[in-house]
């Protein structure tokens, strides 16, 4: 492991020639990475065609790509993206690799890990480099989010992390950054064909995204009913918002799960979180902290939701949350 | 058919709390769960059971007491179950889980057709054994199934993606994660949690699994632990009390003071 090249990777997903939103949160959150232990950050890119791709790749701060050509990479499958992977990480040595804590990403990250005795620490929430053991402190939350944990890998290279969507925030550079690419030949064609991909469908979720939601509005076991639910809805209509949920009230089937916000459900990063009658498993705080300000809404005073809110409003959401969709009608009419 | 189910105890997080002096996990009372998804793996094993036949092994890899996660699968209709426990695998990582996890497979003399797994579990909510073990045992793994179909060849299966589902043709043997859209698991019959107290439930350790023992428990685990903390704590907040109406003014006064309304 001493004779790893400097370099940190980000793993330029990509589907039908469309780079994943979190490529771009990862290579923002890359160049701090870079900034502070002196690598230089790159991006790996494996495609049927990759060229297109190169220039926004550019302007989030990749200074090097590493181009991986091949008619077989025109849809994702593990067998072909981590054998790319895994070769590219045995020619070049790199120091870290980040992929997004997608489908794709908790398929391909922990295969190649395997392959080559790397460590990888899933859903991290905080990467820092420790300049003194020059190594990458990964920091997630563990026991549903109950504690967290930081991470390192002292003795296996490359470190390698997942990160979910929304936990970083995306910073473009500028829109001409220019850098080097590297055309790297994989030979895929001793691989045996095992699973083939026979159909994929977009599902139109009908429940407003919850990922681009810039107000989100969501209820916990305190909101006592799944017809209560209206309350919430009422709330996040009045501010344009979409309704979230906690696991308790998923699990109970007061809601569909498309809404759970939470360690195993989505990761969300919106302006104003509102959470009603959540109490704050941190299995859901793990899912909504970072949004830019939180309100919570709660009739115990102790909870730990109140623990992680700029705003905390103490007393019966059955009252406050109508009381609070009435006010903004108001304001907005 | 042989199906293995790969399963976890866990403890019940959402019971789990944290004291906020000591940064401990206060675990005192907190129940021991089969892993949620895992229950959904097992269940998707009875159902292909239930159309096709066969047979279904579970395995866990954990402390002794784990046996009982073993048992609880026999009585909802598990037909085998293996303990994979040993003091030198304590510390394993994703890593070592999923080479240890590979050996006992390598040593079960049914020919396996197909390996499930939930698709996380809820303590370490890594996702990464499946996939590990896939690879170590040399099988095509499909993430995130919520439905498997037998073919001639293999298997149909529908996996959830991030914005619908993709529908995979896999040769067996496979490997599959499982989630929790895919079904809910049965009710354990009277007659098969009798049976399941009884069961010999064998305990695979270092002896039986000959591992390499650079690559097991915490030496062959390549991440460590550092630091363990709780949760950050906001301190500038600011809370709220009295009459609705008056506090929502005062919030929504506040909001708008942020221009985030």
Same mark, same amino acid.
């Given at each position: 492991?001493?004779?790893?090249?400097?370099?940190?990777?980000?793993?330029?997903?990509?589907?039908?020639?469309?780079?994943?939103?979190?490529?771009?949160?990862?290579?923002?959150?890359?160049?701090?990475?870079?900034?502070?232990?002196?690598?230089?950050?790159?991006?790996?890119?494996?495609?049927?065609?990759?060229?297109?791709?190169?220039?926004?790749?550019?302007?989030?701060?990749?200074?090097?790509?590493?181009?991986?050509?091949?008619?077989?990479?025109?849809?994702?499958?593990?067998?072909?993206?981590?054998?790319?992977?895994?070769?590219?990480?045995?020619?070049?040595?790199?120091?870290?690799?980040?992929?997004?804590?997608?489908?794709?990403?908790?398929?391909?990250?922990?295969?190649?890990?395997?392959?080559?005795?790397?460590?990888?620490?899933?859903?991290?929430?905080?990467?820092?480099?420790?300049?003194?053991?020059?190594?990458?402190?990964?920091?997630?939350?563990?026991?549903?989010?109950?504690?967290?944990?930081?991470?390192?890998?002292?003795?296996?290279?490359?470190?390698?992390?997942?990160?979910?969507?929304?936990?970083?925030?995306?910073?473009?550079?500028?829109?001409?950054?220019?850098?080097?690419?590297?055309?790297?030949?994989?030979?895929?064609?001793?691989?045996?064909?095992?699973?083939?991909?026979?159909?994929?469908?977009?599902?139109?979720?009908?429940?407003?995204?919850?990922?681009? &939601? @810039?107000? !989100?509005?969501?209820?916990?076991?305190?909101?006592?009913? =799944?017809?209560?639910?209206?309350?919430?809805? $009422? %709330?996040?209509?009045?501010?344009?918002?979409?309704?979230?949920?906690?696991?308790?009230?998923?699990?109970?089937?007061?809601?569909?799960?498309?809404?759970?916000?939470?360690?195993?459900?989505?990761?969300?990063?919106?302006?104003?979180?509102?959470?009603?009658?959540?109490?704050?498993?941190?299995?859901?705080?793990?899912?909504?902290?970072? &949004? @830019?300000? !939180?309100?919570?809404?709660?009739?115990?005073?102790?909870? =730990?939701?109140?623990?992680?809110?700029?705003? $905390? %409003?103490?007393?019966?959401?059955?009252?406050?949350?109508?009381?609070?969709?009435?006010?903004?009608?108001?304001?907005?009419? | 058919?042989?199906?293995?189910?790969?399963?976890?105890?866990?403890?019940?997080?959402?019971?789990?709390?944290?004291?906020?002096?000591?940064?401990?996990?206060?675990?005192?009372?907190?129940?021991?769960?089969?892993?949620?998804?895992?229950?959904?793996?097992?269940?998707?094993?009875?159902?292909?059971?239930?159309?096709?036949?066969?047979?279904?092994?579970?395995?866990?890899?954990?402390?002794?007491?784990?046996?009982?996660?073993?048992?609880?699968?026999?009585?909802?209709?598990?037909?085998?179950?293996?303990?994979?426990?040993?003091?030198?695998?304590?510390?394993?990582?994703?890593?070592?889980?999923?080479?240890?996890?590979?050996?006992?497979?390598?040593?079960?003399?049914?020919?396996?057709?197909?390996?499930?797994?939930?698709?996380?579990?809820?303590?370490?909510?890594?996702?990464?054994?499946?996939?590990?073990?896939?690879?170590?045992?040399?099988?095509?793994?499909?993430?995130?199934?919520?439905?498997?179909?037998?073919?001639?060849?293999?298997?149909?299966?529908?996996?959830?993606?991030?914005?619908?589902?993709?529908?995979?043709?896999?040769?067996?043997?496979?490997?599959?994660?499982?989630?929790?859209?895919?079904?809910?698991?049965?009710?354990?019959?009277?007659?098969?949690?009798?049976?399941?107290?009884?069961?010999?439930?064998?305990?695979?350790?270092?002896?039986?699994?000959?591992?390499?023992?650079?690559?097991?428990?915490?030496?062959?685990?390549?991440?460590?632990?550092?630091?363990?903390?709780?949760?950050?704590?906001?301190?500038?907040?600011?809370?709220?009390?009295?009459?609705?109406?008056?506090?929502?003014?005062?919030?929504?006064?506040?909001?708008?003071?942020?221009?985030?309304?």
């Amino acid at each position: 492991m001493n004779n790893t090249n400097k370099e940190i990777w980000v793993y330029a997903e990509q589907e039908n020639g469309k780079l994943a939103g979190v490529v771009f949160e990862l290579l923002s959150e890359g160049r701090k990475l870079a900034a502070k232990s002196g690598y230089t950050l790159c991006a790996v890119l494996a495609s049927a065609n990759g060229k297109p791709m190169h220039q926004e790749l550019f302007n989030y701060g990749a200074k090097k790509i590493y181009n991986v050509e091949d008619p077989r990479l025109e849809i994702y499958q593990n067998d072909y993206f981590s054998k790319v992977v895994y070769s590219l990480i045995e020619k070049e040595t790199p120091e870290i690799v980040l992929y997004g804590a997608s489908t794709i990403g908790r398929s391909l990250a922990p295969t190649v890990a395997v392959m080559g005795w790397a460590g990888l620490t899933a859903d991290c929430t905080e990467l820092d480099f420790d300049t003194e053991r020059q190594c990458l402190l990964q920091t997630r939350p563990a026991f549903g989010g109950n504690i967290m944990a930081t991470i390192i890998c002292p003795d296996h290279r490359p470190q390698m992390s997942t990160v979910r969507s929304n936990v970083f925030k995306k910073e473009r550079v500028s829109e001409h950054e220019t850098g080097e690419v590297v055309d790297v030949k994989i030979d895929l064609s001793g691989i045996k064909e095992r699973m083939k991909r026979v159909e994929s469908v977009i599902e139109e979720v009908n429940t407003v995204d919850l990922k681009a &939601a @810039d107000y !989100i509005v969501s209820g916990g076991r305190g909101v006592g009913s =799944p017809e209560n639910f209206k309350v919430i809805e $009422g %709330l996040a209509n009045a501010l344009g918002g979409a309704v979230g949920a906690s696991r308790a009230t998923v699990d109970a089937g007061w809601i569909s799960h498309h809404h759970q916000v939470g360690q195993t459900g989505k990761t969300v990063c919106p302006l104003i979180y509102i959470a009603c009658g959540i109490s704050g498993a941190i299995q859901h705080l793990a899912g909504m902290q970072s &949004a @830019d300000l !939180i309100i919570a809404i709660n009739k115990d005073s102790d909870a =730990p939701i109140f623990d992680v809110a700029d705003f $905390g %409003l103490v007393g019966d959401l059955h009252q406050i949350v109508p009381e609070f969709t009435k006010q903004i009608n108001a304001l907005r009419s | 058919m042989h199906i293995v189910v790969c399963i976890k105890q866990v403890p019940d997080s959402d019971k789990v709390t944290i004291d906020r002096e000591t940064n401990r996990l206060n675990r005192a009372g907190v129940p021991s769960i089969i892993n949620p998804f895992d229950e959904n793996a097992l269940e998707m094993a009875l159902q292909l059971k239930d159309k096709h036949g066969g047979k279904i092994t579970v395995i866990s890899m954990g402390p002794p007491q784990a046996e009982e996660a073993l048992r609880t699968a026999m009585s909802h209709g598990a037909d085998d179950a293996i303990l994979i426990s040993d003091r030198k695998f304590g510390g394993a990582d994703t890593w070592a889980t999923s080479y240890t996890i590979t050996l006992a497979l390598k040593k079960l003399t049914e020919p396996v057709d197909l390996i499930l797994f939930g698709k996380q579990a809820i303590d370490g909510d890594t996702a990464q054994v499946g996939p590990g073990v896939a690879h170590f045992f040399g099988v095509p793994m499909i993430t995130y199934a919520k439905s498997c179909e037998v073919t001639d060849a293999g298997f149909r299966v529908q996996q959830v993606t991030d914005h619908g589902y993709n529908v995979w043709d896999v040769e067996k043997p496979a490997a599959l994660t499982v989630v929790k859209e895919a079904n809910s698991l049965r009710m354990p019959s009277l007659k098969k949690k009798m049976a399941s107290k009884k069961a010999v439930i064998p305990v695979w350790g270092v002896e039986q699994l000959q591992p390499d023992e650079t690559k097991i428990g915490l030496a062959g685990s390549p991440t460590k632990v550092n630091k363990v903390f709780a949760p950050p704590v906001k301190l500038n907040k600011e809370i709220l009390s009295g009459e609705p109406a008056d506090m929502v003014k005062e919030l929504i006064y506040k909001l708008r003071e942020k221009k985030v309304l």
